[in-house]
C-alpha cells in the first residue's frame, strides 16, 4: 500500500493571522485545505513574545519607525523546526528576488515553507541567519508582508498534483510556456454588439490550435515583447506568425497566405 502523501505545509509568521485565515477560507487553495494536500499554518508572532504587545521596538541608531523583534520569529521558527522539522524560510523585502513563475515552480518542492512577514520598518537584522531566499512582489513597498506570503501561498498551490480539477489548465497558463495566453470567451454567443470569433464555434481544432497560438504570440508582442526568445529557439510556425504578427496581419490574413498548414 503506498504511503500517504505528506500535505505541503505553509507556516506564515505575522502579526495579522486573520489576513491570512481569511484568504485561504475561499478559492482554490480552500479546496486544497480541505482535500489535505495543503495545510496553512498562521502564526501569531504575538503569541510567541514575552508580552503579545511586545513584537516590536524602536531601531537602534535613532532612525525612525518600529522594527519586528528578533524574539517572536525565532521562537516561531524554532517550534515549527521542533514539530514538522527544518522549513525553507522565505522572508518578504521589496528589494527581495521578483516573485515569477519559476519561483513558484521552485518553492513547491521544498514542502514545508516557513514565510516571515514584515511590518513597520522590517525585521531585525538578526532574523535573516534563518532565512534561506528573499522574496518581492515588485519595486514597490506595501504596508505589510502579508500579500506577498498569499501570492506565494496561491501560486504554489494551484501547482500541486490534484488541485486543480483541470490540470491541463495549467500548461496553458501564461508564463508557464514561452507564451502569454490567448483571448477566452463564453456564452453568450454575442454581447453588445460583440461577438464571439467564429472559429471558436467551428469545432475545427486543429484550426482552433493555431489560432491560440496565433494569438499567444500576438498578445506577447503587444503586451510583453521583452518575453519574445531569440529566433532560434523558436520553431519555424513561431517565426512565421510572428513576422505577421509584426507587420500587423490578422490571424485571417495570415491563414489566407498559409491555410496550406492545415493539411500538414
Not at 29 to 55: M, S, T, Y
Not at 98 to 121: H, P, V
Not at 181 to 190: A, I, K, L, Q, S
Request: hydrophobic share 35%; aromatic share 12%; with cysteine.
Amino acid at each position: 500500500m503506498d504511503k500517504k502523501r505528506e500535505p505541503y505545509r505553509f507556516f506564515v509568521a505575522t502579526i495579522f493571522p486573520q489576513i491570512v485565515e481569511c484568504y485561504t477560507s475561499y478559492g482554490i487553495v480552500n479546496q486544497a485545505l480541505k482535500k489535505g494536500i495543503v495545510e496553512v499554518h498562521p502564526l501569531n508572532l504575538r503569541n510567541f513574545a514575552d508580552n503579545p504587545r511586545e513584537v516590536d521596538d524602536e531601531p537602534y541608531g535613532g532612525f525612525p519607525g518600529m522594527v519586528l523583534k528578533p524574539e517572536p520569529i525565532f521562537r516561531a521558527y524554532d517550534f515549527v523546526v521542533e514539530h514538522f522539522g527544518k522549513p525553507y524560510v522565505v522572508i518578504t523585502e521589496p528589494w527581495g528576488e521578483k516573485i515569477t513563475q519559476k519561483t513558484f515552480e521552485e518553492l513547491k518542492e521544498k514542502k514545508n515553507l516557513f514565510i516571515i512577514c514584515g511590518r513597520y520598518e522590517g525585521v531585525d537584522e538578526r532574523v535573516k541567519t534563518i532565512v534561506d531566499k528573499e522574496l518581492s512582489l515588485g519595486d514597490f513597498i506595501l504596508s505589510g508582508g502579508e500579500l506577498p506570503a498569499l501570492v506565494l501561498i496561491d501560486g504554489i498551490t494551484r501547482l500541486l498534483e490534484g488541485v486543480l480539477s483541470e490540470p491541463q489548465s495549467l500548461e496553458e497558463d501564461s508564463f508557464s510556456q514561452r507564451w502569454l495566453g490567448y483571448p477566452v470567451y463564453t456564452r453568450p454567443r454575442e454581447f453588445r454588439g460583440m461577438k464571439v470569433p467564429k472559429i471558436l464555434l467551428s469545432g475545427n481544432h486543429k484550426l482552433i490550435e493555431l489560432w491560440k497560438l496565433f494569438k499567444k504570440i500576438e498578445q506577447t508582442y503587444k503586451r510583453r515583447p521583452d518575453l519574445i526568445p531569440p529566433k532560434e529557439e523558436l520553431s519555424e510556425l513561431e517565426n512565421l506568425i510572428l513576422e505577421y504578427v509584426k507587420k500587423g496581419k490578422t490571424f485571417e490574413e495570415f491563414l489566407n497566405d498559409n491555410g496550406k498548414l492545415l493539411k500538414k
